[in-house]
């Protein structure tokens, strides 16, 4: 099989720091086996494919930050698309053909704006579900989630125990409430913009009030 390439993301919907796309190129035969959906892969296991998928093929990472995705200006779909662009573009994918994990409910839509976002002559494809179907954007899937996972570990090193950055994560919730009491604001790595921000921030003033 020829090369192509592969790209996926991680950490759209975090409500706690950066989102990750990474872009996988290479003949996807030579790819480990047991890549797929990150999600389905303990932590440790991904960090092994993750090795052993830069062993066989290029590989981009690109970070899209709090600061660009609480932009008022733009949307997480337009994020998303420049997410997958970014790490296309840190890549040499002239001339091949590859399958980006489709990042909107119409997938060929978005395939549409991560090519026209691109100056190589390349034949993209975007499939929802893509990760579970084709193993280079399986790889590209790992790739993204260690990013993200090693992403979150640097905030844990900063914060204390943020949890996973999910908002319907306990730790998580607890680490923004107990932040808000403490400081009297959300921390850095918030995405201020998300509902759940909204939420710490409501209940930490009705708590002042009733503490009145």
């Known amino acids: 099989m020829a090369r192509r390439f592969g ?22 035969d030579e790819l480990p086996d047991g890549v797929g959906d990150s999600k389905r892969v303990s932590p440790a296991r991904r960090e092994t494919l993750d090795a052993a998928i830069r062993e066989v ?12 995705i609480d932009d008022p200006g733009t949307d997480m779909n337009t994020l998303t698309v420049a997410a997958h662009a970014r790490a296309l573009a840190s890549v040499d994918i002239d001339g091949l053909h590859g399958i980006v994990d489709g990042g909107d409910v119409d997938a060929e839509r978005f395939g549409r704006r991560v090519a026209s976002r691109l100056d190589a002559d390349v034949d993209l494809v975007a499939e929802h579900g893509a990760d579970e179907t084709h193993a280079i954007v399986g790889a590209a899937s790992i790739v993204a989630k260690v990013a993200r996972d090693n992403h979150v570990a640097a905030l844990a090193d900063e914060y204390g125990d943020v949890g996973s950055g999910y908002p319907g994560d306990t730790a998580t919730r607890e680490f923004l409430r107990a932040y808000v009491r403490e400081h009297g604001s959300l921390p850095g790595c918030a995405r201020e913009s998300w509902a759940t921000c909204d939420d710490v921030l409501a209940a930490a003033a009705q708590s002042a009030l009733d503490d009145f």
């Open 7 to 28: 790209v996926d993301e991680a950490g759209k919907g975090p409500v706690l720091g950066s989102m990750f796309a990474a872009a996988v190129v290479c003949d996807p």
């Open 57 to 68: 093929a290029d590989v981009g990472v690109a970070e899209i930050t709090v600061s660009e």
